[in-house]
């Protein structure tokens, strides 16, 4: 049974820096595309970046240059370093998860994280 378990959220000024990570058990990691979405009170869930198992990645393009998405294979965990952070970043970030191999498929993420808060402030 696949767990994926966030961590890294917190508070910061604009203009800050965090790095999120989450944890993928239960998974051949290689064969699974991990990705990251958002999702702010009252608002629709956002993609925000995603990584397969090689090499592919690809971002919203509200947060190209300034996220950076990567993954430990031998870890079994995905990264989101997040810089120039805006309050309009605020959100709980989701980590989520498929099997698969190519970022540009539309095939929904099966496996989802509880999510942890990022909160930008003015």
């Known amino acids: 049974q696949v767990q994926l378990v966030e961590s890294g959220g917190g508070s910061v000024q604009a203009g800050g820096s965090l790095r999120l990570s989450c944890a993928a058990s239960g998974v051949t990691f290689r064969g699974y595309v991990m990705g990251w979405f958002r999702q702010a009170p009252g608002k629709e869930r956002d993609f925000v970046a995603a990584m397969s198992g090689g090499s592919g990645t690809r971002y919203a393009d509200s947060v190209k240059g300034r996220f950076t998405i990567s993954r430990d294979n031998d870890k079994n965990t995905v990264y989101l370093q997040m810089n120039s952070l805006k309050p309009e970043d605020t959100a709980v970030y989701l980590c989520?998860?498929?099997?698969?191999?190519?970022?540009?498929?539309?095939?929904?993420?099966?496996?989802w994280g509880q999510g942890t808060q990022v909160t930008v402030s003015t």
């Open positions: 989520a998860g498929r099997r698969g191999f190519f970022v540009d498929s539309r095939d929904p993420y099966k496996d």
